[in-house]
């Protein structure tokens, strides 16, 4: 059964770099997109990027001039670092395994391991 | 548009049936997921590939896919069936998207 634990500074003030870690036990880490999600309190889900064991990152292009998601396969872990914080990154940040692939007509993707979740607060 | 659009929020009676609809125009090359979330928790993947559901996920489950909407189907939801649903797929240029949510209350 795959878990991701996932850790991190819960209390930021503003232009601090937000950083999460996340470990992933009881499975492998290749061939998935490791993934990182927010959602404001009270409101939805926002995906922020995403990681291959390879390396390659794919960004929410809203927030990718300050995203940088790393990926230490030595240790099963893959990281989220969010420069530049304002209040409006308040919220609940979750890791989660990602998969995509192709059938023959249609592409899916889903996320199906998810961490706990870590809240981060923005204040000065 | 990359957007996926939900209904805010539906009703079901306990036992009675339930549709959730998905629509987006990047439905029409990836099949949706769904998660299901409760109060405080994580989310939970419900149903993927459009038509799959995980294990351990009831076999009232159920997904279906059309042009650009996708739909879940709750048949004889239960009292733990309640929370927000939310879709997901990726857009057109490869990002991770996540519909509007639905809020489904049990009656």
């Known amino acids: 059964q795959v878990q991701l634990q996932q850790w991190g500074a819960g209390l930021l003030k503003p232009s601090e770099t937000l950083s999460l870690t996340c470990t992933v036990y009881?499975?492998?880490?290749?061939?998935?997109?490791w993934s990182w999600i927010r959602q404001p309190l009270g409101k939805g889900l926002e995906w922020i990027g995403e990681i291959n064991s390879g390396g390659s990152t794919n960004y929410n292009p809203s927030l990718k001039s300050r995203v940088t998601i790393s990926v230490d396969t030595s240790k099963n872990q893959f990281s989220l670092k969010l420069s530049s914080v304002t209040a409006a990154d308040t919220a609940v940040y979750f890791c989660?395994?990602?998969?995509?692939?192709?059938?023959?007509?249609?592409?899916?993707?889903?996320?199906?391991?998810w961490g706990k979740g870590t809240t981060v607060t923005v204040s000065s | 548009s990359s957007e996926l659009t939900q209904d805010p929020a539906v009703s079901v009676a306990l036992g009675q049936t339930v549709t959730i609809t998905c629509q987006g125009d990047?439905?029409?090359?990836?099949?949706a997921s769904w998660s299901q979330q409760q109060p405080g928790q994580a989310p939970v993947l419900v149903m993927y590939?459009?038509?799959n559901r995980p294990s351990g996920i009831p076999d009232r489950f159920s997904g279906s896919s059309s042009e650009n909407t996708a739909s879940l189907t709750i048949t004889g939801a239960q009292a733990e069936d309640e929370g927000d649903y939310y879709c997901?797929?990726?857009?057109?240029?490869?990002?991770?998207?996540f519909g509007t949510g639905t809020k489904v209350t049990v009656l």
């Open positions: 989660a395994r990602g998969f995509s692939g192709r059938s023959i007509i249609f592409y899916y993707y889903y996320l199906d391991v």
């Open positions: 997901n797929s990726r857009d057109s240029s490869g990002k991770g998207v």
């Open positions: 009881g499975g492998s880490f290749g061939g998935y997109y």
């Open positions: 990047s439905l029409r090359s990836y099949y």
């Open positions: 590939g459009a038509y």
